[in-house]
Structure formats: C-alpha cells, structure tokens
C-alpha cells in the first residue's frame, strides 16, 4: 500500500495565481484531512471530510476550497493565491472520525507564493 | 478551547543520554493523546496512542507516559537516527486533533 500520497512535492506560484493540491489515499479511509504547518506552529486544520460528497470546514478554511468526489481522492483548491498561504500542506485520512484512531499523513506539498 | 502545549523547543543530547519531553494539554473530553515523529521534509509518522490516564505504552527506546493534564515521552539511550522533531496531539469532544508547535530533538554520536 502506498498510503497517502500527494503531488506536487513543490511549487511556486505568484500572487493571484490558482492551483489545485492533489491528494489520494488507497486503505479506503472514509475520513480525510488537509493541514497546514508553518514553521514553529502545530499543524492546523483546513477542511475535512467524513466521506464522498461531503466536507466540512476546519480551523483556517479561508482562502480555501475542497471537494470529495470519491472516497480515495481528497483535492485541495487555492483561489487567488496569497502569500499568507505560503506553507507546508500536509494530507491526512483516518478510519474513524471518533477521535479515537490515528491519522496517517501524506509526506507534504510545499507552497512557496510570491 | 483546546490547547496542547510542547516543552522544550528544542532538545540536544549526547548519544545515550537519556531524557523526557513534555505534553501539556487542555482538552474538553480527551479522546485519546498521540504522538508523531516528522523527519525534516516528511509528513508526520504515527507513534503512539494513549486514551487514559495511567497508560503507558513502549516502542524500543521510546515510551509515552498520560496523566490527566500532561504526557511524556521519555527516550532512553537515544541514538543519532532518534533525531527527529517529535509532536504531540489531542483529541477531544470536537474530534479534531488539535497538534502541538514541536519538540525538535537532534542525538549528537
């Protein structure tokens, strides 16, 4: 099993700019997260979905869009990018959402905009 | 609100010097404490969790300990490759993770 994995590994984009974070994950987890981690911060949530067709806002949802077509696929959009969303994303996914089970993290998008 | 609180930083030991980091967490209804290992330009990797006050649990040199405010991770004989950043998570009634900033610990040989 590959887990979770996401592309792109990098990416620079300008001011104004969109672009969609791709994330898949293949241990048919229901739950799937997206994060984000600045450096010296904890990790903070975006959106999450408890499975296809519906998703749900985190803690910093601005700026932010998803959609769960599937439940293997979980992609992340930036609208009008800004350079307050320079930042790690990671993507997680779960077994549960009870809180109770772990989530397994995909290795990271680094977003650099300018 | 939840708050989940790391000590210290940042940690350097000498190869085989063993130590504690520390979790501090303000949870309503914890539903369970986790513990992640991150290398540098890698996702978080899953190492423990802990639902009740009292529980330990082990994984070769390391152990997490949960009390009803804090928990610890105590690394016996650390080696070089234990160099990692370490974070501590929470969940509670909302069932969201809410994540700590990090201990950074770096294992001089």
């Known amino acids: 099993n590959a887990g979770v994995t996401q592309t792109p590994k990098f990416r620079i984009l300008k001011i104004g700019q969109s672009m969609t974070l791709q994330c898949t994950q293949d241990?048919?987890?229901?739950?799937m997260y997206w994060y984000r981690q600045d450096p010296g911060m904890g990790l903070k949530l975006i959106y999450y979905s408890v499975g296809a067709g519906i998703t749900d806002k985190g803690e910093v949802p601005n700026g932010y869009n998803v959609s769960r077509s599937t439940t293997e696929d979980f992609p992340l959009r930036l609208e009008l990018a800004a350079p307050s969303q320079t930042s790690v994303y990671f993507c997680?996914?779960?077994?549960?959402?009870?809180?109770?089970?772990?989530?397994?993290f995909g290795p990271g998008t680094r977003l650099t905009v300018l | 609100e939840d708050q989940v609180t790391q000590s210290p930083e940042a940690l350097r030991l000498q190869e085989g010097e063993s130590s504690s980091l520390n979790c501090s967490y303000t949870v309503s209804g914890l539903r369970g404490l986790f513990w992640y290992r991150q290398d540098p330009g890698k996702g978080p990797e899953f190492l423990f969790t802990?639902?009740?006050a009292g529980e330990e649990k082990e994984k070769e040199r390391l152990k997490a300990t949960l009390t009803k405010k804090e928990s610890f991770l105590h690394i016996t004989a650390p080696k070089p490759e234990d160099s990692a950043t370490y974070l501590c998570?929470?969940?509670?009634?909302?069932?969201?993770?809410?994540f700590g900033s990090g201990t950074q610990l770096t294992v001089l040989p």
């Open positions: 802990l639902y009740s």
């Open positions: 997680a996914s779960s077994s549960t959402g009870t809180g109770f089970n772990e989530q397994f």
């Open positions: 241990m048919n987890h229901n739950y």
């Open positions: 998570a929470c969940s509670g009634s909302a069932r969201q993770l809410t």
